[in-house]
């Protein structure tokens, strides 16, 4: 009986389906258009406050609820250097620049011409710009030449991370988990040096085969690559960067949150407070911006200082005698999708 009625045709039927799909269509298109946000306003309030409860209960004293309700829903990014350039057209010193993408390394030449070397992580320059030191799927230590093509490649069961070239590329040294090794410059000669602190990069004494690192007990730690025992050297609070300054290891303590050392010695630190990053060279206050700045490069004539100030979107370069600024804006649409970091400014080749 059902399936009787359902087959039966009522007179009319037809043209009325017709003129109400009309009036509904005409309807639909007159509508007021409201975007998602508009539409979902209550419950993204209502999900944002939720998310602002929570954290809270996590929130270390003195952290105001109004932060905490920005970081919910996106903090505004932070106002820049004023008339800063849109593009990065050219760089203000000689050398080649290296950032760190998401995308993997990026070269940018003097000229402001770029090239991407593909999908590496945690690069860094080889002397004269000659080659780049890169890991590739977190495991592999590969050695690439500027145009991206791979020289080599040494695969390891550690996570890989941080490669840094000595003095005249005859050897790299990197962490793998908790371990120091160094390896020849052509990929040959693989060992160990000691046991590491994953989060500080090594670092080559100038001119020679001496490396420095930070061991798994939080001291410093000095050894020939090529042989010998290694020194320790007591830590005095924990180091989050190391270099060389007159021949000697020189440890950036916390809380400095990044550091670059300059070829003449100069050492340029970021220090955060009250919501604010400051730049220092020695004990002079050369930049100060809101937010996050999180990665330095000196240019290789030292004049030069490379900042990356991730919360206003912009690189910042500082001449630090006579004072300049030189910035550039919408670093995150020419490198993204995120802000990259400053991974080195290499000598000429």
């Given amino acids: 009986m059902k399936l009787d009625l359902e087959h039966i045709d009522i007179p009319g039927e037809p043209d009325a389906r017709l003129r109400t799909w009309e009036t509904v269509r005409s309807a639909f298109e007159t509508r007021e258009r409201i975007t998602w946000p508009r539409r979902h306003v209550r419950a993204l309030a209502l999900t944002a406050a939720g998310v602002a409860v929570v954290a809270a209960a996590f929130t270390p004293p003195g952290r105001s609820v109004v932060n905490t309700m920005r970081d919910a829903v996106g903090r505004t990014k932070v106002e820049g250097v004023r008339n800063a350039h849109r593009e990065l057209v050219r760089l203000?010193?000689?050398?080649?620049?290296?950032?760190?993408?998401?995308?993997?390394?990026?070269?940018v030449r003097p000229s402001g011409s770029r090239r991407l070397l593909g999908g590496y992580s945690m690069a860094s320059w080889s002397p004269h710009a000659k080659f780049v030191a890169a890991v590739r799927y977190r495991y592999e230590l590969v050695a690439l030449d500027p145009r991206g093509s791979i020289r080599w490649a040494v695969g390891?069961?550690?996570?890989?991370?941080?490669?840094?070239?000595?003095?005249?590329?005859?050897?790299?040294?990197?962490?793998?988990?908790?371990?120091?090794?160094?390896?020849?410059?052509?990929?040959?000669?693989?060992?160990?040096?000691?046991?590491?602190?994953p989060r500080v990069a090594p670092a080559w004494r100038p001119g020679t085969h001496e490396v420095a690192w930070v061991g798994a007990d939080g001291a410093v730690r000095v050894a020939n690559a090529d042989g010998g025992v290694p020194r320790r050297i007591p830590a005095r609070g924990r180091v989050v960067a190391?270099?060389?300054?007159?021949?000697?290891?020189?440890?950036?303590?916390?809380?400095?949150?990044?550091?670059?050392?300059?070829?003449?010695?100069?050492?340029?630190?970021?220090?955060?407070?009250?919501?604010?990053?400051?730049?220092?060279?020695?004990?002079?206050?050369?930049?100060?911006?809101?937010?996050?700045?999180?990665?330095?490069?000196?240019?290789?004539?030292?004049r030069w200082l490379a900042v990356g100030w991730r919360s206003a979107d912009?690189?910042?370069?500082?001449r630090l005698r006579p004072p300049q600024l030189y910035a550039v804006s919408n670093v995150t649409r020419q490198f993204g999708p995120r802000f990259p970091t400053i991974a080195g400014w290499c000598c000429t080749s």
């Fill in 92 to 107: 203000p010193a000689a050398g080649p620049l290296l950032l760190q993408s998401a995308r993997g390394p990026w070269i």
């Fill in 156 to 197: 390891r069961k550690q996570l890989v991370r941080d490669p840094r070239w000595s003095y005249e590329g005859y050897r790299i040294a990197y962490l793998s988990d908790d371990t120091l090794r160094v390896i020849d410059g052509d990929g040959g000669n693989d060992r160990g040096l000691g046991s590491a602190d």
């Fill in 242 to 302: 190391l270099g060389w300054r007159d021949g000697n290891v020189f440890a950036v303590r916390a809380p400095a949150a990044a550091a670059a050392f300059a070829g003449d010695g100069a050492v340029a630190r970021v220090f955060r407070s009250d919501g604010r990053a400051h730049v220092t060279v020695g004990d002079r206050v050369v930049f100060s911006g809101a937010g996050i700045i999180d990665s330095l490069a000196f240019s290789p004539d030292s």
């Fill in 314 to 318: 912009q690189l910042v370069f500082i």
